[in-house]
């Protein structure tokens, strides 16, 4: 199923410095296509719930993906892609050079994870590895950082490190 969430970012009346953002629409497409005429007609649809039209939109945000771009050629407005997105993008372009290496580790804390390993880990900390998810940057931060916080354990219990033999 196939979802669109569309939201408002207005300035605030009374505070010239302060935007407040609503949720106006979150809701299944019943479509059978999901182009970008169908996502128009659905944005339209919900402006007008409200009184409102394309005229009162100033810009589109979101990733930069095909559909995005020809909504907003169609709507005749400006596509500000996502910061997030474009941030994400860049710490996985420098990640590559690196990839074996975290693979190895994430494969390592898969092994952690295991019911043995994972009660022994508790047995000297409070907490447990965390994987990573491609997706999402901050995981492979996060993995790193348990890893390296957990490498007395591993001596501990003569763990094969990652280039080691």
Sequence with gaps: ?????????????????????????????METKFGADEHVDCIEWVLELYGKSLENVVALIGDNVAVN????????????????????????????????LLSKINSLIFKLKQLKL????RQHFNFRPVQRNDTRWISTYAMISRFIECMTFYETIKFPLIGRS
């Design 118 to 121: 994972s009660a022994k880990l």
């Design 69 to 100: 771009k020809s909504i907003a050629t169609k709507c005749n407005l400006p596509l500000i892609g996502c910061a997030s997105h474009r941030f994400s993008l860049a710490v996985q372009e420098y990640r590559k050079p690196h990839a074996d």
């Design 1 to 29: 199923m196939h979802f669109i969430g569309i939201f408002a970012i207005f300035t605030d009346e009374n505070q010239e410095s302060r935007y407040d953002k609503v949720m106006l629409a979150f809701s299944p497409m």
